[in-house]
């Protein structure tokens, strides 16, 4: 088993990993953030990489989050955890509260979502946008850190890079949504899609700015994460040592009968780019 680790704004540097070897990744989407680092952590082989570059260049519309979630994949990962920074929707989640989401509201609007276009159609389910399992696995290493771990609630991911206007963010407190952030959305959708089970830990950083005593700034939102990197970091540690071998997890067949485009009809090329994700499917 290998599990991938995607950094992500405060989080630049790998885990306690030992025997680390760096590994340049080429995939049919192009380059991943930033060279991807492998080694050990009790036993297990684990890829990290960082989400927005080894010195912060990509913005959240930039992130090339295909090629990432590509290059975990051609690495053997099999399951995928990773972090966020947010803001809080909530009063009763201030900042250096880690949540472990369970559902997603999609508010981008610029970013490429699928692996499948040019002469593919797969109509895939996101009914459950993070595996139910390690939702569970996460929050069950709560108790490695001192800081609060909640279990559950609705990520709202927008567009950015600026934040949220007092209107919007009023908006999606009105709809009971918990917290809100940039860079969730495609990256579980294509988890998914590459049939890799998949979580996040995020971290408050702010109030977003529906709190008028606490309007966000990025300052305090660079503050805050380098405060919640220690805790998070002590999550995926405990989670990636006390990783259940196996579990049955639909998130390993999420393909199984979403392929709307007869296999004669989808173009070489096509085949070709999608191979890895989807080649079992189409013989």
Do not use: C, M, W
């Given at each position: 088993m290998t599990i991938g680790f995607i950094g992500g704004s405060g989080i630049?540097?790998?885990?306690?990993?030992?025997?680390?070897?760096?590994?340049?990744?080429?995939?049919?989407?192009?380059?991943?953030?930033?060279?991807?680092?492998?080694?050990?952590?009790?036993?297990?082989?684990?890829?990290?990489?960082?989400?927005?570059?080894?010195?912060?260049?990509?913005?959240?519309?930039?992130?090339?989050?295909?090629?990432?979630?590509?290059?975990?994949?051609?690495?053997?990962?099999?399951?995928?955890?990773?972090?966020?920074?947010?803001?809080?929707?909530?009063?009763?989640?201030p900042p250096q509260t880690l949540l472990v989401p369970d559902q997603l509201f999609d508010r981008t609007r610029n970013r490429p979502r699928t692996f499948y276009e040019d002469g593919i159609v797969v109509h895939l389910s996101l009914a459950e946008p993070y595996c139910p399992h390690m939702v569970d696995h996460l929050t069950e290493c709560g108790d490695a850190t001192s800081a609060s771990l909640r279990k559950g609630g609705t990520y709202v991911c927008i567009e950015g890079p600026q934040f949220s206007t007092r209107a919007e963010s009023e908006f999606y407190r009105s709809n009971g949504w918990d917290v809100v952030g940039m860079t969730a959305i495609p990256e579980a959708a294509l988890a998914r899609e590459a049939e890799l089970c998949y979580a996040t830990v995020t971290g408050v950083t702010d109030y977003d700015v529906w709190k008028r005593d606490a309007e966000v700034s990025l300052q305090e939102v660079l503050d805050n994460a380098a405060a919640n990197e220690a805790a998070i970091k002590q999550v995926i540690e405990r989670a990636i040592e006390t990783m259940p071998d196996d579990h049955d997890c639909e998130c390993q067949h999420a393909l199984d009968g979403t392929i709307n485009t007869p296999t004669e009809a989808i173009p070489p090329e096509t085949k070709a780019k999608t191979e890895l994700l989807v080649g079992e499917y189409l013989e």
């Open positions: 630049y540097e790998s885990l306690a990993i030992e025997a680390s070897h760096t590994e340049h990744v080429e995939t049919p989407f192009g380059e991943p953030s930033a060279p991807v680092t492998v080694g050990n952590l009790a036993g297990t082989e684990i890829a990290f990489l960082p989400r927005h570059g080894e010195n912060h260049e990509y913005s959240p519309s930039e992130v090339p989050y295909r090629a990432n979630i590509h290059a975990l994949k051609q690495l053997g990962v099999e399951r995928v955890l990773s972090s966020n920074a947010v803001g809080s929707l909530r009063e009763d989640l």
